[in-house]
Every structure is written in structure tokens, then in C-alpha cells.
């Protein structure tokens, strides 16, 4: 059953950047589970947000996404990320990066479109957040 969106946090969004839509399907699969808004890096205009981002090039941030932090990482509350264990220590990293620079927290990593265990994680999060 899906949580209401009375429950969530007014004004918290799930913030996304996906290349080849992975991280988007993630992104949808959690808004099965529990109401809350999203909206891509662009559609972004103001609010609290948790970012959602994957992992290109040797464990970086995206480009675009660093953009973005420039000007919102104070609305930044956590970040989750997503990468490819085949990249070994590379895995996943940006969160790490993201976590450290910004200091928030890193809620977890996960594979390509996720599991339902790592959209659990996520969803458990928001909810602790009331
Ligand atoms: C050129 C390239 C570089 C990548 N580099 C990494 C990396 O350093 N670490 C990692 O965990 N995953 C890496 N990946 C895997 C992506 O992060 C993974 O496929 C992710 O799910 C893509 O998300 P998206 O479809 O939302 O863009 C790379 C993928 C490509 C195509």
C-alpha cells in the first residue's frame, strides 16, 4: 500500500539526474511505494530535496549534477546513488563525494535500477523523517 503523501515532509523531493534512465526507473519504482514529488535536475526550482544520482567516468559526480549542487546543495537534506559493482572501488561513488563535500548523509548505493531492498531503504528514510 502506498504512504500518503500527508505523511511525507511538506515540501521534500526526490531530486534525479539519469543519462540512460536507470536511476529514473529507480526513481519511479519508489514512487510505488510512497507519495512524494520528483523532479529532474532542471525542473527543480526550490524545496528540501534528497538527490539521487549514478555514477559516470571512474567514480565521479556527473557534470551536470555538480552544476546543480554549485547553486542548491543547501536544500540538499541526504543523497543516494547508483553505479555498477564492475567498477569495483568506483562503485557507486559519487555519493561518497557527495556526502563528504556537502555533508550530508549518504543513504545508500545501489545497482543500476535498484532492488526493492534498496527502494525499502529509501522509502524507510523519508518516513523517519517525520
Ligand atoms: C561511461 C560509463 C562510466 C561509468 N562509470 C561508473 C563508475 O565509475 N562507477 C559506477 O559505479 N558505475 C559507473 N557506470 C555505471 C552507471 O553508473 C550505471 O549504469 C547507472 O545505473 C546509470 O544510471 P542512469 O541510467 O540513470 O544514467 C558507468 C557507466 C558508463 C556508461
Same mark, same amino acid.
Given at each position: 500500500?502506498?504512504?500518503?503523501?500527508? !505523511?511525507?515532509?511538506?515540501?521534500?523531493?526526490?531530486v534525479y539526474y539519469s543519462k540512460t534512465r536507470?536511476?529514473?526507473?529507480? &526513481?519511479?519504482k519508489v514512487t510505488e511505494v510512497i507519495d512524494i514529488q520528483t523532479k529532474t535536475l532542471s525542473e527543480y526550482q526550490s524545496g528540501k530535496y534528497i538527490l539521487i544520482t549514478p555514477t559516470y567516468n571512474f567514480g565521479e559526480v556527473p557534470e551536470e549534477v555538480n552544476a546543480f549542487l554549485e547553486k542548491h546543495n543547501k536544500d540538499m537534506i541526504a543523497v543516494m546513488s547508483a553505479g555498477n559493482r564492475?567498477?569495483?572501488?568506483?562503485?557507486?561513488?559519487?555519493? !561518497?563525494?557527495?556526502?563528504?563535500?556537502?555533508? &550530508? !548523509?549518504?543513504?545508500?548505493?545501489? !545497482?543500476?535500477?535498484g532492488t526493492q531492498s534498496d527502494v525499502e531503504k529509501l522509502v524507510n528514510y523519508i518516513k523517519q523523517l517525520e
Open positions: 500500500m502506498k504512504t500518503s503523501n500527508t !505523511e511525507v515532509k511538506d515540501n521534500l523531493s526526490l536507470k536511476t529514473e526507473r529507480f &526513481v519511479e564492475n567498477w569495483g572501488q568506483n562503485f557507486a561513488k559519487s555519493g !561518497e563525494t557527495i556526502s563528504k563535500k556537502y555533508n &550530508v !548523509e549518504l543513504i545508500g548505493k545501489f !545497482e543500476m535500477m
